[in-house]
């Protein structure tokens, strides 16, 4: 088993999963390869549901193993806030520059102690007649007053990483896929994955 597929239209995403998954010589499909595939109405409650729900209905869908992604940022100063709506959180059609600057805006006059935030990253696995499991990465950092950098995608030009000393869109993608929330998920899922890729084959 060479292949795994992720529950994702976000080309940022599809993008990181592609590159952390080249160096085990696994290919990454995502749903931008199955356009016919239904919308996953994202009706969670949590990150952990929303992800689940991506996965099992496409894991359905094409009758394989599929993985789901949900992640955000969580803003301490926002209550955590955008959350699980990180990515409509300044309206249709989702739009990632409004996104950053509706987060901006709302964090006029906080002072750099107090614009601490982190990125969360839940991951489900669905495999056919198996039961569903999530892991979850998070990568801890704080809100810029300006955008930096043209790196990544998201929330990645106000997100400062303290262990960089650089705005997330500041690093090359090597240096944000060791670091991200989404590559502390799936390093939890390295255990599991190599057994889950061979016991899904053929699925
Ligand atoms: O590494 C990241 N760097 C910056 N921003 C990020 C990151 N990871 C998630 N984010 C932001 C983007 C989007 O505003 C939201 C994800 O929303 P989320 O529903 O999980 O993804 P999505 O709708 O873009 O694509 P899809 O649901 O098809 O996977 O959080
Ligand atoms: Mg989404």
């Excluded at 499909?29 to 992800?51: C, H, I, K, M, Y």
């Excluded at 309206?91 to 709302?106: F, I, M, S």
Aim: net charge negative; proline share 5%; with cysteine.
């Amino acid at each position: 088993m060479n292949e795994v597929i992720i529950a994702t239209k976000n080309p940022g995403k599809a993008r990181e999963f592609e590159h952390i998954f080249a160096s085990r010589g696994i290919t990454v499909r995502t749903l931008l390869d199955f356009p016919e595939l239904p919308e996953v109405e994202e009706t969670g409650t949590t990150f952990e549901e929303n992800a689940t729900l991506k996965a099992e209905t496409i894991s359905k869908a094409l009758g394989k193993m599929v993985i789901g992604d949900d992640s955000g940022l969580i803003v301490d100063a926002l209550e955590g806030r955008p959350g699980i709506y990180s990515a409509r959180y300044a309206g249709e059609p989702k739009n990632d520059l409004n996104n950053t600057n509706k987060v901006l805006a709302e964090l006029e006059g906080v002072p750099e102690e107090q614009r601490t935030a982190r990125f969360y990253c839940a991951l489900a696995v669905a495999i056919p007649g198996q039961e569903t499991f999530t892991v979850s990465g998070t990568c801890e950092g704080r809100i810029l007053e300006e955008p930096r950098g043209t790196n990544g995608f998201g929330y990645d030009p106000v997100f400062f990483a303290p262990e960089k000393g650089v705005a997330m869109a500041e690093l090359s993608a090597d240096e944000k896929n060791k670091i991200s929330h989404r590559a502390n998920a799936l390093r939890k899922l390295d255990s599991v994955l190599d057994s889950k890729l061979e016991s899904a084959e053929g699925k």
